[in-house]
């Protein structure tokens, strides 16, 4: 409460917040909601800095999700609005959510809103208290909560050893050298503060842009946790030779095209190899079976033309004319995969 300006947070709020069977994110709701009705500090940072609405593709309507031109992600975004929708009726029927008089104490109209709020700001941290060992929390922090998202982040967050407050810390040099596993590590110009250089934290290290898209309502156009469709890469598992694929890869990250080799390195991870010193009819082949290339091309063009729109076409509109940033995110969705698409081509022409 330090710094609230407010007496005392009332004891039927606490009991919902700790006692009710809900998800986190609806009890942080609810707490977000009275804050922002009664915390002069928490009415500025609404009024002031809190978008007033969200661009998470959950809350998109179906002409948004169109922009997508993606099926199985639209149908994604479609079932978890159907989930939260849900929660929220039962929060509504939810008894210490009525009888304890919580209902009265927020405005409920401001509910939707302050899901949002909590569902794409709350971080989460583990609370140590003294005899009774660690215990998990999540929190939304005024200005920490500001923080972006990259997937291999330069600073850390959570609960201080003490247990007294919560820190958003630039990460040591000693952690900065620690790889993360399968991640490339934090740049050298990050490793240590300085005065203008952004501070990042990661919503999630494994999210591809499906995830980022849906959850949070933006695209991260060089995600290295998205695939190439499985389609384009089956042709060659465990027909192609590790050493040539990973010749094409080294050579395109070496020319600068990284997303080809980011791409290549999809077919890297089902290419034959060998224990060394033991032969093997593909792996110790010196190229790959121009069959085998062509299906994968073929794979791949087929892939393309299932979209309605192809990249040349997308990169031409003028995403910034367009009055809704949901349906904005959605087409930085399809791009980014096309873009993808058009990298693998590239790899495979290397072969």
Same mark, same amino acid.
């Given at each position: 409460?330090?710094?609230? $300006? ?15 069977? #809900? ?50 992600? #639209? ?23 009525? @009888? ?30 003294? $005899? ?10 005024? $200005? ?10 330069? @600073? ?36 240590? +503060?300085?005065?203008?250089?952004? #501070? ?28 190439? +469709? ?44 060998? +224990? ?19 299906? #994968? ?10 979209? +309605? ?43």
């Amino acid at each position: 409460m330090n710094g609230l $300006g407010i007496p005392s947070i009332p004891e039927n709020l606490i009991k919902f917040a700790t006692e009710c069977p #809900m998800p986190k994110d609806m009890r942080i709701a609810v707490i977000v909601a009275w804050l922002t009705k009664n915390c002069e500090e928490w009415k500025t940072y609404k009024r002031e800095t809190l978008p007033k609405t969200y661009d998470s593709l959950y809350l998109a309507n179906e002409k948004e999700l169109e922009e997508l031109q993606d099926v199985s992600v #639209m149908n994604m975004a479609k079932g978890s609005a159907k989930m939260y929708e849900a929660q929220m009726e039962q929060l509504l029927k939810e008894p210490l959510f009525n @009888s304890e008089g919580v209902k009265d104490m927020i405005e409920v109209e401001d509910l939707q809103w302050a899901r949002s709020v909590a569902h794409t700001r709350a971080m989460s941290g583990k609370l140590i208290v003294d $005899g009774e060992g660690s215990f998990p929390c999540a929190f939304v922090v005024p $200005g920490a909560d500001l923080t972006n998202h990259r997937t291999v982040p330069n @600073s850390n967050y959570g609960v201080s050893e003490d247990g007294l407050r919560y820190e958003l810390k630039w990460r040591s040099s000693e952690l900065a050298e620690e790889e993360e596993e399968g991640l490339p590590p934090v740049p050298e110009e990050e490793r240590k +503060p300085k005065e203008g250089l952004e #501070m990042f934290i990661s919503y999630g290290v494994r999210h591809p842009n499906a995830l980022l898209a849906l959850h949070y309502g933006f695209v991260d156009d060089t995600n290295p946790n998205d695939r190439i +469709p499985m389609e384009c890469v089956v042709p060659g598992m465990r027909k192609v030779p590790f050493k040539v694929v990973m010749k094409a890869v080294v050579a395109l990250k070496e020319n600068g095209d990284d997303r080809a080799a980011w791409a290549g390195s999809q077919l890297l991870a089902v290419s034959m190899r060998s +224990p060394e010193g033991v032969p093997n009819e593909i792996a110790d082949q010196e190229k790959v079976d121009p069959e085998i290339v062509e299906q #994968m091309k073929k794979a791949t063009v087929a892939a393309l033309s299932q979209f +309605p729109t192809t990249l040349e076409d997308d990169e031409k509109i003028e995403t910034g004319a367009i009055k809704s940033s949901r349906m904005q995110v959605a087409i930085s969705y399809r791009i980014a995969q096309k873009r993808h698409l058009h990298a693998y081509q590239r790899f495979l022409d290397t072969l």
